[in-house]
């Protein structure tokens, strides 16, 4: 199957500070894909959706001010943590898909950790 | 809008055991469904789906899913348990008019082996 990379898989950073997460798929184009949050031992859920070149769709009660989003192209998402807190730590997912598949496609995932 | 439901968060089977879990949906459509797996701190990992066809889905690793309209079902079965399947399993809904698009997940139902 298609390969999804999400870079870090794990980041520590302190109040205050901006943290990015990558999401690029490696072997496909990713006409859109989506981010998730998962607290512990919770399901996941969806944060926002973007299509390549346009804006992030997000999902009702994520501050888009916050939670940046930029899919600048067909292989690249960027999820950026502005100034985050400590309640922003958590685990965050990515997927894509193709305009042409019916599944969606995981990156690993990056626990984020705001001290 | 489209939900899901796993019944039993947390479900223990002895190794060799059948694996019965149960995930209940709740959509206007027939949607496409998925069962993923995730193993502690990485991604998701499709088991298997079902989008049309057969509605008994094969998938990786021994497990199977069965997809049943009239009970709004699709639960995931393994007829005889690994220790290697303990983790976390979470079954999903996808709206088939967009797809990725109303991506709903289950709560999760965490899957003990014992021997």
């Known amino acids: 199957g298609a390969v999804v990379s999400q870079h870090p898989s794990w980041v520590i950073c302190k109040s205050g500070t901006s943290v990015k997460i990558e999401c690029r798929s490696l072997d496909f184009q990713a006409t859109t894909m989506f981010w998730y949050r998962q607290f512990p031992k919770q399901s996941l859920m969806l944060m926002a959706t973007?299509?390549?070149?346009?804006?992030?769709?997000?999902e009702q009660g994520v501050e888009k001010d916050k939670f940046l989003i930029n899919h600048a192209s067909l292989t690249l998402s960027t999820l950026t943590v502005t100034s985050a807190h400590p309640e922003d730590s958590s685990f965050y997912i990515c997927s894509a898909r193709d305009s042409g598949n019916t599944e969606a496609f995981f990156g690993q995932g990056t626990r984020l950790t705001v001290v | 809008a489209q939900s899901v439901t796993q019944l039993g968060s947390h479900v223990s089977v002895s190794e060799g055991a059948l694996v019965l879990l149960r995930c209940n949906y709740s959509s206007s459509v027939p949607p496409y469904l998925f069962w993923y797996v995730q193993y502690p701190n990485q991604g998701l990992q499709l088991l298997l789906k079902y989008t049309t066809g057969a509605t008994l889905v094969k998938g990786i690793n021994g497990f199977e899913a069965e997809f049943k309209k009239s009970e709004t079902s699709f639960h995931l079965t393994k007829p005889s348990a690994h220790m290697s399947d303990a983790a976390e399993y979470f079954c999903a809904v996808s709206d088939r008019r967009g797809y990725g698009q109303n991506f709903v997940f289950g709560p999760g139902t965490r899957l003990s082996v014992l021997p």
């Open positions: 973007s299509n390549e070149g346009s804006k992030a769709t997000y």
